[in-house]
């Protein structure tokens, strides 16, 4: 009788491929520009600039610039247009949002009275969605590789009796569903022609990265304002997709279609540090620095997968009892972030911001949970960080914007943002960096605040099903991400 496949940690080891690898350092490791409709507006560009709850994620001296207590909230709709080309077949699909994009208290003590050079201090308490995952692709197409043959070549050698144990996740399953036959020469082969099979799978995604911001900030003689912050990540990520395939030429055997179901839901939370200092040598310059200290995230993660196959006597399935779930916990460091900003002031109407943020994304790497650490069996994850300082790059994220008062406190605002593709050149299809184009109008009294934002970001990614040293199997997607932001604030 065959065994149920539940959490042995060795069993789990092979299945990392599907669960932990280098795409999840990656996933973690870089976020957006979520925030507040101003912050937005302007690309996320305000290293220099301060003075709004958003900055604290860029550089926490930026609160200093506060003068008054202040709370503001803001509202994001995020939608998302997919376009898929998968052997020269093109595919669409569109995603709704609606999320909490920030939220912020800080509170202000005036100092003035009490020293000669430090004027206010501020503590600040906020919230900032760092990254949406929500989203749903599908491409379609013919190609000549199949699904079964990856799974067929990953049960080489195991003998049926076995295989659930050994690769419950792959050729188990699709041996359940006799999709694949065995030889007695230890070789799993698929009941697949010679022809082409179409192709369809469909991806789903939710989830995101969040933070809560704790800092501490001070202006010493409206020349020197310094800052620190600790940020509590928040991270929850789903994914679940189907992957189809239909015999065009059925001829000889009796596979007709069949559909694989893979989920993953994973959750986690970690800390960081943030540093910063912002100096104003003229009334029209201002100079920014920033560090913020890798986030390490204790992770929890539950994938599960299942299979049916049609045959021409009908429709094979696997009990329920049967389908495998694999369970796992682990640690994911994110590379450290360097940031610096200048800004240039344009009188009393408006301003100029530049940030240059550099993150070292070989730096990022997979741990062993804190429980497994000191475990002589522990998986130590060599493969999948030898794999992300093989295939990952330092990058430079260039973040340019500004605004100006048109009229007596009303503003308008613009910014772009370049951020470069984390591949190195030798790996991968895209070379172009990933774009955000945004803008927005504001008002501002002496109590009372309200902004509005719209902010597009085009994203460029390869994607293979299987086996990405056969160009068949990839499929181009680019995706284009409209976010309109509300916020409204309020000085007390």
Do not use: C
């Not at 560090?291 to 390490?296: G, I, L, R």
């Amino acid at each position: 009788m065959r065994k149920v496949v539940k959490t042995a940690f060795l069993v789990l080891l092979y299945q990392f491929s599907f669960a932990q690898n280098e795409m999840d350092v990656l996933r973690y490791s870089t976020t957006d520009v979520f925030g507040s409709a101003r912050f937005e507006a302007m690309a996320g560009s305000f290293g220099g600039l301060g003075a709004d709850i958003s900055a604290m994620q860029i550089n926490p001296a930026g609160m200093g610039r506060f003068s008054s207590s202040r709370v503001a909230v803001s509202f994001n709709n995020s939608v998302m247009s997919n376009q898929t080309t998968y052997n020269g077949r093109e595919s669409a699909s569109n995603h709704n949002k609606f999320t909490l994009s920030s939220a912020g208290v800080v509170f202000t003590t005036d100092l003035s009275e009490k020293n000669i050079g430090r004027r206010y201090s501020q503590v600040t308490l906020g919230y900032t969605r760092l990254k949406n995952f929500s989203n749903s692709i599908r491409y379609e197409g013919q190609n000549f590789y199949s699904l079964l043959d990856v799974f067929a070549n990953d049960g080489r050698g195991i003998d049926p009796e076995y295989i659930y144990d050994e690769r419950p996740f792959t050729t188990g399953l699709a041996y359940d569903v006799f999709a694949l036959d065995y030889d007695m020469n230890g070789n799993y082969i698929s009941r697949l022609t010679m022809g082409d099979m179409y192709h369809d799978r469909e991806i789903n995604t939710g989830g995101g990265i969040g933070e809560f911001h704790i800092g501490y900030s001070e202006n010493y003689g409206n020349v020197f304002y310094y800052g620190g912050s600790i940020g509590i990540r928040r991270v929850k990520y789903d994914e679940n997709y189907t992957h189809s395939e239909r015999l065009l030429d059925t001829v000889g055997t009796t596979l007709r279609s069949f559909d694989y179901r893979y989920e993953q839901y994973s959750t986690g939370t970690g800390l960081n540090l943030k540093l910063g200092v912002l100096f104003l040598p003229s009334e029209q310059i201002r100079l920014g620095l920033a560090f913020e200290s890798p986030t390490v995230v204790g992770m929890k993660e539950e994938w599960s997968a299942n299979m049916t196959a049609m045959h021409d006597d009908g429709l094979k399935s696997v009990l329920p009892e049967y389908v495998p779930v694999g369970r796992f916990d682990y640690r994911v460091k994110t590379p450290m972030k360097l940031r610096a900003s200048f800004a240039y002031i344009l009188g009393l109407r408006g301003a100029i911001n530049v940030d240059l943020e550099m993150a070292r994304l070989p730096g990022g790497m997979l741990r062993p949970s804190n429980d497994l650490q000191s475990s002589a069996s522990a998986y130590t994850f060599e493969y999948e960080n030898n794999e992300v300082e093989a295939q990952f790059r330092t990058i430079l994220n260039t973040r340019i914007g500004m605004e100006y008062m048109i009229f007596p406190d009303f503003f308008l605002r613009g910014g772009i943002a370049i951020l470069p593709q984390p591949y190195k050149k030798e790996i991968g299809n895209i070379n172009t960096p990933n774009m955000t184009y945004s803008g927005g109008i504001g008002w501002e009294s002496k109590r009372f605040a309200v902004d509005l934002s719209y902010r597009v970001l085009s994203l460029s990614s390869d994607y293979y099903a299987f086996d990405p040293s056969k160009i068949e199997n990839r499929a181009e997607f680019n995706t284009n991400v409209h976010n309109i932001v509300i916020t409204a604030g309020f000085k007390f």
